[in-house]
Each structure stands twice: as structure tokens, then as C-alpha cells.
């Protein structure tokens, strides 16, 4: 089981900030996750990786295949309150998953 | 509801590690949280906050805190397959919990 959490490299957040989007990410694909993926994802230590793509039209297309697939997924868009403007697609938190259908939509990426 | 991730200031981890690691403390401390504290913070939006501190022994301090208090946590300890040495502890995270009960502990901390 992995999860992966995807940034949109065309806008540069503070540390801070992309950390917070990082993890609205993860915890709102977790909470989309049926109960086995879960339980067998915590039992593995929570495995994740944090990748990168160009900009947030990729992000929309890997969030489109993701629910094709049937997997758990999370699209972050800023509320703008500080940084970028509102509706600003951050980034996309996808699994837990098994690792083939993560690495199927995403093992061509590179780490952030 | 709130949940707040603290990260040790006196590692430097390069930005996609330390945003897997506070994606880390949120989804570990949200599943030490009630289901109430749960469902109010979705509800709510997952509001967050990551925070710093100078060094392992403040987290370590807030972590024993937050436990006395009732309140979720996880500390984050990494794997040290990568980047810092094996049971470094690289942040904590707080809540989903009450505003109040968190600012408590960390409301004079510096954003991150």
C-alpha cells in the first residue's frame, strides 16, 4: 500500500504553506479510502511519497484517472487566504492504494 | 477544530521530505482523535496550522503535554532511509482538537 501526494511546481509556496497543503491532501484521500486500505496502510507505517508535475492541468487529469480507477483521491485548492489566489489547485493527495495501481498513474513522476 | 503540525527547526530537511513528514503527523494524530473530533474538523474544513520550534526536546515536551491533556498527537520520528539519521524526530502534530486546547499548548509558537 502507498499513498502519493502530488505538487503543482507552477506556484512556489513557502515551506510552511506547501507542507500544510501536503497534508490536507493526504488526510482527505485517507478519509476517502475504504476501511481495508486504511487499516492495512497505518499497519504498514503510513507509506508515502511526495511527487511533483509541471502545472494544475495535470493535476486535474491524474485526478480524473484516479477516480476512473477507483481510487481514493483529493484535489487541494487554496482557500487564498494568504499566498495564491483563491481556487488555486495546489496539489493532489492519491491512496492509500496498492502500490501497481498508484505507480500506474504515477511512477513516472518525479519527487518533489 | 483545529490541528497543528510543529516541525523541529534544528533539521533541515529539503521541502518534499519535510511536507511528507508533516502529512505524516496530521494523518497520525487525526487517527488518534475521537470520531466527534473527527467529523467537527472535516466539517470544519480540516483547518490547520504548521508551526516550529528550536529542537527534538520542545517537541518531545509538547508531545508528553498534549497526552496529559487528553488531546491526540503523533510524534514523527523518520525511518532515516534518506536524509537524517535513523530516529530523528522531525515534527508532531496536534488534534484535530478545540481551539483552545491546542492554543494552550501552542499558541506562542512561530508559524513555520
New interface residues.
Given amino acids: 500500500m502507498k499513498q502519493v ?1 502530488i ?1 503543482n511546481q507552477s506556484i512556489k509556496l513557502p ?6 497543503q ?7 484521500a ?2 476517502e479510502a475504504d476501511d481495508d486500505a486504511r487499516v492495512d496502510w ?1 499497519e504498514e ?2 507509506p ?3 511527487l ?1 508535475v509541471p502545472e494544475a492541468a495535470d493535476l486535474l487529469r491524474l485526478y480524473d484517472q484516479s477516480l476512473q480507477n477507483g481510487l481514493p483521491a483529493c484535489l487541494v485548492e487554496d ?1 487564498g487566504r494568504t499566498v495564491v489566489p483563491a481556487g488555486t489547485i495546489t496539489c493532489l493527495g492519491i491512496g492509500p492504494a496498492n502500490d501497481e495501481d498508484v505507480d500506474q498513474l504515477t511512477g513516472e513522476l518525479k ?2
Fill in positions: 501526494i505538487v515551506k510552511g504553506k506547501l507542507a500544510a501536503v497534508a490536507h491532501a493526504s488526510v482527505g485517507f478519509v497505518l507505517g503510513m508515502k511519497v511526495v511533483q482557500a519527487l518533489l
